[in-house]
């Protein structure tokens, strides 16, 4: 490299008098070449395919010796396709960041890695459009490696440069940067060892094919997202262990997750443009010929006229209990279910989002138990035998009612409250000394005891406390019984 500088003014000349020598170069052939990649980028190629092909448009196109697409991966614009570079270029050239002896991205004041040589210039918008070496888009192109390198200096060059290019003897270079709007996405290179085989025209060209290029890799980029976000929530959508169903305005469905066809005992293809009642086999789609809802029936159904109050008024439910009849290979069977409904707009109009959640199990459990506690609430407040615990020695627990009507108080009076708020202090001494015996020793007792009912008459119990255990380490409870039996033995009170 040379300190002289050639003045400015002699490499605008030197183009202008290029762009007048090829004036007669038919621009069909440029046409041609930007048709023939927007033809490229509208294929589904997979990326590396697209750009190996735009690598070989250009090429083929330009006739350059050397091509290349620098693509951005993280904070460097590696090479991502090649075509006629030798391999020792691209692994010495590969990577344009600078680099600390640690192995960390040099930086510059804002905090930006700071990429070398005149790929870095173009790649971080490093340039001066008075230069002739570049253009008002931010390109760089030279006829003759040779020549700028003796003419300019690292200052004019806006960086070091390495200088590999011109080492290899390539004299003709063009870098333009694929930008989308103001987001620089990589570089195309154009190399080649004659002198002066680009022309003004032919930059521009290369610099609209730059632009188309990150306008559809942008796009390919927008496109990927979009389908993997699509994935995500159709996957999302198939694995709502809920069954889900997407209705259209007249309550037919559109499609359905997994659940939706486990719960249905059809495929997703079956029930496609049928209405819910008819798809979920409802005994009630059958009593009229124009199907679901519209039978004498069909007016209570609470499934049906969720749905509709969503696609008419916009308003969302969540978890209506409904009763669904259905009827499958002549038996007749009653599910209920838990309904939810929200309103999507969609392209095609607004959709109800429907999600069904059978409880019928759940149901009968819940039956199951209350019939359960009111035959256990049957029993114990039916007997004479009087039944209580203790949740510690001086707390009650529950009591049954025959308790509660020998001492004469409502039962919420009694439950969870301490002994002493509900026996005179003298019973309550007595049972507090029992019910710590058993709590301490985890044995039950056995005790005959004269107790005072509501109207102050004594009577002779015999009193069980048996210790209820839900752990090793001693007991939870003490449950309780107390049998009369003033009329069988009579003992002298003390």
């Known amino acids: 490299m040379g300190s002289q500088q050639m003045p400015p003014t002699t490499y605008r000349d030197e183009k202008r008098r290029i762009a007048r020598e090829s004036a007669h170069e038919a621009p069909e052939a440029e046409q041609e070449a930007v048709l023939d990649l927007l033809r490229l980028m509208n294929r589904s190629d997979e990326l590396h395919e697209l750009i190996r092909n735009v690598t070989i448009l250009i090429r083929d196109w330009t006739g350059?010796?050397?091509?290349?697409?620098?693509?951005?991966?993280?904070?460097?614009?590696?090479?991502?396709?090649?075509?006629?570079?030798?391999?020792?270029?691209?692994?010495?050239?590969?990577?344009?960041?600078?680099?600390?002896?640690?192995?960390?991205?040099?930086?510059?004041?804002?905090?930006?890695?700071?990429?070398?040589?005149?790929?870095?210039?173009?790649?971080s918008g490093r340039f001066d459009p008075t230069?002739?070496?570049?253009?008002?888009?931010?390109s760089f192109w030279t006829g003759s490696t040779s020549e700028l390198l003796a003419?300019?200096?690292?200052?004019?060059?806006?960086?070091?440069?390495?200088?590999?290019?011109?080492?290899?003897?390539?004299?003709?270079?063009l870098l333009a940067p694929v930008l989308y709007g103001s987001e620089t996405l990589g570089l195309l290179q154009l190399?080649?060892?004659?002198?002066?085989?680009?022309?003004?025209?032919?930059?521009?060209?290369?610099?609209?094919?730059?632009?188309?290029?990150?306008?559809?890799?942008?796009?390919?980029e927008q496109a990927q997202e979009l389908q993997d976000r699509e994935e995500e929530l159709s996957a999302i959508y198939r694995h709502?262990?809920?069954?889900?169903?997407?209705?259209?305005?007249?309550?037919?469905?559109?499609?359905?997750?997994?659940?939706?066809e486990a719960m249905a005992g059809s495929a997703e293809e079956e029930m496609i443009g049928r209405r819910g009642g008819e798809a979920l086999r409802c005994l009630h789609h059958l009593d009229d010929p124009r199907g679901c809802g519209f039978g004498t029936e069909c007016h209570n159904c609470v499934a049906r006229n969720t749905?509709?109050?969503?696609?008419?008024?916009?308003?969302?439910?969540?978890?209506?209990?409904?009763?669904?009849?259905?009827?499958?290979?002549?038996?007749?069977?009653?599910?209920?279910?838990?309904v939810s409904s929200s309103l999507l707009h969609l392209k095609e109009g607004p959709h109800a989002l429907v999600t069904l959640e059978d409880i019928s199990e759940r149901k009968r459990m819940e039956q199951a138990l209350q019939r359960k506690g009111h035959e256990h609430t049957m029993l114990l407040d039916h007997?004479?035998?009087?039944?209580?615990?203790?949740?510690?020695?001086?707390?009650?627990?529950?009591?049954n009612q025959a308790y509660a009507d020998f001492l004469g108080l409502p039962r919420i009076k009694i439950e969870y409250n301490r002994i002493e708020n509900v026996l005179s202090p003298e019973v309550a001494f007595h049972c507090r000394e029992e019910n710590e015996k058993v709590f301490a020793t985890a044995r039950p007792l056995l005790t005959y005891a004269w107790l005072p009912d509501f109207r102050g008459r004594w009577r002779l119990?015999?009193?069980?406390?048996?210790?209820?255990?839900?752990?090793?380490?001693?007991?939870?409870?003490?449950?309780?019984?107390?049998?009369?039996?003033?009329?069988?033995?009579?003992?002298?009170?003390?």
Not at 153 to 161: C, L, S, V, W
Not at 240 to 260: G, Y
């Open 240 to 260: 709502i262990p809920q069954a889900t169903f997407l209705m259209d305005q007249n309550r037919r469905i559109r499609s359905v997750n997994s659940a939706a």
């Open 131 to 138: 230069l002739p070496f570049f253009t008002e888009s931010g």
């Open 64 to 123: 350059c010796e050397a091509t290349g697409v620098r693509l951005q991966d993280g904070e460097d614009f590696p090479y991502f396709e090649t075509r006629g570079f030798p391999e020792e270029h691209v692994r010495l050239e590969n990577r344009l960041c600078m680099m600390h002896e640690t192995g960390t991205p040099i930086r510059d004041s804002a905090g930006n890695p700071v990429l070398e040589c005149m790929c870095g210039n173009v790649l």
């Open 383 to 399: 007997i004479p035998i009087q039944i209580f615990y203790f949740v510690d020695p001086d707390t009650y627990g529950a009591v």
């Open 461 to 494: 119990f015999a009193l069980s406390r048996i210790p209820y255990f839900n752990n090793p380490e001693g007991p939870k409870h003490i449950v309780c019984s107390g049998q009369e039996i003033t009329t069988h033995l009579t003992p002298t009170r003390n």
């Open 307 to 338: 749905v509709l109050a969503t696609l008419k008024t916009g308003k969302s439910f969540f978890q209506e209990e409904a009763q669904l009849p259905t009827i499958q290979d002549g038996v007749r069977d009653s599910v209920t279910i838990l």
């Open 151 to 173: 003419s300019t200096n690292e200052a004019d060059r806006q960086a070091r440069t390495r200088n590999r290019c011109h080492g290899e003897g390539y004299e003709s270079v």
């Open 191 to 220: 190399n080649d060892s004659r002198k002066h085989i680009f022309t003004p025209q032919l930059v521009e060209t290369v610099e609209r094919l730059a632009s188309h290029l990150g306008i559809g890799l942008k796009q390919r």
